[in-house]
């Protein structure tokens, strides 16, 4: 194998770069929607992810779908997460983008755009109105081996545990099921999902080599 490398003329950083890529402008800011391929997994009905994996990549036109950015059909609680999550990221610099990075892959070195997936899943439970204030304290998780980040469900929290917030939820989902002008969507929820996420979120991605971090949240 060593005279391999030597016959095409590659030495030690010649072979970093052709397999890693140049080293980037760490200080160049960067749009994590073009570099990962968004999968939505949905565990709906209990059932284990091997079993009811649901995949919606986003490409095109289905990334409104998969994201909630960009269309006018009635979110679901998961596609008001996403679109908190992507308004929560381009605010950031980027050093804290390629922190995000490393939370959810392992390395802070950008894959090449499009070559990754990241699978975002939704695998906490709440029932009760004090699991769901427990859950507003819970921060995102990750699996770096398979690039995948789960989220809470913090719209489902914040209207159980606030009633206006519940209302202007409920208003909003009736408008869209009845075919009315829910254009205004829920701005209070959304700033307010907003707002936690990018607390739990700031503090899982820069605490990430700890353990027990709910405790700080």
Known sequence: MSQVLLDCCFDAASLAIALCGEAADESADFQL???????????????????????????????????????????????????????VLATWDPQ???????????????????????????????????????????????HTCANTLELPNYPEALTATDPQLMHEWQQYRDQQGWGGDSSRGCPSLTQRCCDVLQERLLVAVSSCNSYGLDALA
Do not use: H, I, M
């Open 33 to 87: 929607l073009e570099v990962f391929r968004l999968v939505l997994e949905d565990d709906a009905g209990g059932n284990s992810r091997s079993d009811s994996r649901q995949s919606c990549e986003v490409a095109g036109s289905g990334q409104a779908a998969a994201t909630g950015v960009g269309t006018a059909q009635a979110l679901s609680s998961e596609q008001l997460v996403l679109q908190c999550l992507w308004q």
């Open 96 to 142: 804290q983008k390629r922190a995000f990075v490393k939370f959810v892959t392992g390395s802070s070195r950008l894959p090449a755009p499009g070559s990754e997936q990241l699978l975002v899943s939704f695998p906490f439970v709440a029932y009760s109105s004090r699991e769901q204030a427990q859950l507003l304290g819970t921060l995102p998780q990750s």
